[in-house]
């Protein structure tokens, strides 16, 4: 389960100006690529700043408040004028999971990806980044497979794999009952995994020796549309006009918006393209259109429930960047982007590890049997302590990679003594032994 690096996802033929292009070349280019920004290189093709497609009508063009005549300030002609700068890079062997965090955190859509001399080499978006969920599902399948022979010592061909559309469905039997919320558990937390459907049986119930008495939590993962969405209900009625449904995309910074039947159910979703293509005949003379027509229908919707995974799925093969999130009257709740769904790794310390310890109490280890610690520093997770056996020391290091959040993973265990360790009294509330 090794982490994917923005190298695996990241786009290497990229579009780039100079500082000196003209604007207007460059909202050609942005429309002529259908993409949403461009970073501007100087003359050593390093990243001296990132034109977006927000940049070039923001700045571009002068205030219409701003007095005419001579007195009237020149509006800006050239990239390097309207570029956000310093530009917000990543490098090329940084984790997915850390790229996703910057890009969080920074508000932006798309990381120029540079080599040691922060010279250009790529670029990842949020498009890119959401193939973290969108693995094949033969891949899926795979990595499986290799769960159940790694962590349950199943023999390849004793469990049924079936993989549609990222829904997981195992049929067949393992040796021990012990092992298998483990398995399950990591099963569930495989990039690209929506759902999974057990029909495994035990051959031996070994569950009373082994499973803690009177726990029943399981470390669950932050998977879901619910956990990331955007609360805010935007939407318009069918007999909203162009002009209103504009005003609404420029207010709250979207690209869609969904639009209402009289029964305040989702009939249709109208975007950016639609005001633009849909609003004028072949002569170019403004159409008197409203929602009603202009809508795509039926549109795409999920729920607070619908995996991440599925979420992105959705979002991939549509090329949509939002989703309207309904109840189960199809009446909207809120909003998932992109942006939100890359939350799913952008999680305080605290919960990351304490999701780590339930993980490695509940699920991978048997009750009292290691001594393991977990520290979490900026999504970074350590693991220390003693194990009984160092063959467990990769089975926690794998599962700790699954954890939404975990940029990267570091052990160092103690095999040779499982004596408990003492720990400081006063500990950050992010560090602490398994319970």
Same mark, same amino acid.
């Given at each position: 389960?090794?982490?994917?690096?923005?190298?695996?996802?990241?786009?290497?033929?990229?579009?780039?100006?100079?500082?000196?292009?003209?604007?207007?070349? #460059?909202?050609?280019?942005?429309?002529?690529? %259908?993409?949403?920004?461009?970073?501007?290189?100087?003359?050593?093709?390093?990243?001296?700043?990132?034109?977006? /497609?927000?940049?070039?009508?923001?700045?571009?063009?002068?205030?219409?408040?701003?007095?005419?005549?001579?007195?009237?300030?020149?509006?800006? &002609?050239?990239?390097?004028?309207?570029?956000?700068?310093?530009?917000?890079?990543?490098?090329?062997?940084?984790?997915? *999971?850390?790229?996703?965090?910057?890009?969080?955190?920074?508000? #932006?859509?798309?990381?120029?990806?540079?080599?040691?001399?922060?010279?250009?080499?790529?670029?990842?978006?949020?498009?890119?980044?959401?193939?973290? =969920?969108?693995?094949?599902?033969?891949?899926?399948?795979?990595?499986? /497979?290799?769960?159940?022979?790694? =962590?349950?010592?199943?023999?390849?061909?004793?469990?049924?794999?079936?993989?549609? %559309?990222? @829904?997981?469905?195992?049929?067949?039997?393992?040796?021990? $009952?012990?092992?298998?919320?483990?398995?399950?558990?990591?099963?569930?937390?495989?990039?690209?995994?929506? *759902?999974?459907?057990?029909? @495994?049986?035990?051959?031996?119930?070994?569950?009373?020796?082994?499973?803690?008495?009177?726990?029943?939590?399981?470390?669950?993962?932050?998977?879901?549309?619910?956990?990331?969405?955007?609360?805010?209900?935007?939407?318009?009625?069918?007999?909203?006009?162009?002009? %209103?449904?504009?005003?609404?995309?420029?207010?709250?910074? #979207?690209?869609?918006?969904?639009?209402?039947?009289?029964?305040?159910?989702?009939?249709?979703?109208?975007?950016?393209?639609?005001?633009?293509?849909?609003?004028?005949?072949?002569?170019?003379?403004?159409?008197?259109?409203?929602?009603?027509?202009?809508?795509?229908?039926?549109?795409?919707?999920? /729920?607070?429930?619908?995996?991440?995974?599925?979420?992105?799925?959705?979002?991939?093969?549509?090329?949509?960047?939002?989703?309207?999130?309904?109840?189960?009257?199809?009446?909207?709740?809120?909003?998932?982007?992109?942006?939100?769904?890359?939350?799913?790794?952008? $999680?305080?310390?605290?919960?990351?590890?304490?999701?780590?310890?339930?993980?490695? &109490?509940?699920?991978?280890?048997?009750?009292?049997?290691?001594?393991?610690?977990?520290?979490?520093? %900026?999504?970074?997770?350590?693991?220390?302590?003693?194990?009984?056996?160092?063959?467990?020391?990769?089975?926690?290091?794998?599962?700790?990679?699954?954890?939404?959040?975990?940029?990267?993973?570091?052990?160092? =265990?103690?095999?040779? &003594?499982?004596?408990?360790?003492?720990?400081?009294? *006063?500990?950050?509330? /992010?560090?602490?032994?398994?319970?």
């Amino acid at each position: 389960m090794k982490s994917l690096k923005v190298a695996d996802l990241m786009t290497d033929e990229v579009v780039s100006v100079a500082p000196g292009t003209a604007c207007k070349d #460059v909202a050609e280019l942005l429309a002529e690529h %259908d993409i949403s920004g461009v970073p501007v290189l100087d003359d050593e093709d390093r990243v001296a700043g990132v034109v977006s /497609q927000t940049d070039v009508p923001a700045r571009a063009a002068p205030h219409p408040a701003a007095p005419r005549g001579d007195a009237a300030p020149t509006p800006p &002609t050239t990239a390097g004028e309207i570029m956000s700068c310093p530009a917000v890079t990543v490098r090329a062997e940084a984790t997915a *999971a850390d790229a996703a965090r910057l890009m969080t955190r920074r508000g #932006v859509g798309r990381l120029p990806v540079v080599d040691e001399e922060d010279r250009l080499v790529g670029i990842v978006t949020r498009r890119d980044l959401l193939r973290m =969920f969108l693995r094949p599902d033969s891949e899926i399948r795979r990595r499986v /497979q290799d769960v159940l022979v790694d =962590f349950a010592d199943v023999p390849a061909g004793d469990v049924d794999i079936h993989v549609v %559309d990222g @829904i997981v469905t195992l049929a067949g039997t393992v040796p021990h $009952r012990s092992r298998l919320p483990a398995v399950l558990g990591l099963v569930e937390r495989l990039d690209g995994v929506v *759902a999974v459907a057990s029909r @495994i049986t035990t051959r031996t119930d070994d569950t009373a020796a082994t499973a803690p008495v009177g726990h029943v939590r399981r470390a669950m993962p932050l998977r879901t549309v619910g956990d990331v969405m955007t609360h805010a209900v935007i939407s318009v009625d069918r007999r909203a006009a162009c002009e %209103d449904i504009a005003e609404t995309l420029r207010m709250w910074h #979207v690209s869609s918006v969904p639009v209402l039947s009289e029964e305040g159910r989702v009939a249709g979703v109208v975007c950016e393209s639609d005001l633009l293509l849909r609003t004028r005949d072949a002569a170019g003379t403004p159409r008197n259109a409203v929602a009603g027509r202009l809508m795509t229908r039926p549109a795409v919707t999920v /729920q607070k429930d619908t995996t991440i995974a599925g979420a992105a799925r959705l979002m991939a093969r549509g090329r949509l960047e939002h989703l309207p999130v309904v109840d189960g009257d199809g009446r909207p709740v809120g909003s998932v982007s992109r942006g939100d769904l890359l939350k799913a790794y952008l $999680r305080p310390d605290a919960d990351i590890a304490a999701e780590l310890r339930g993980l490695i &109490t509940y699920q991978l280890l048997p009750h009292g049997s290691a001594d393991v610690h977990v520290d979490v520093a %900026d999504g970074i997770a350590r693991l220390h302590g003693t194990l009984p056996d160092p063959a467990l020391a990769d089975l926690l290091v794998r599962g700790a990679r699954t954890v939404p959040g975990v940029v990267d993973v570091e052990a160092d =265990f103690d095999r040779r &003594t499982t004596r408990r360790r003492e720990e400081p009294a *006063a500990e950050a509330a /992010q560090t602490g032994p398994v319970p």
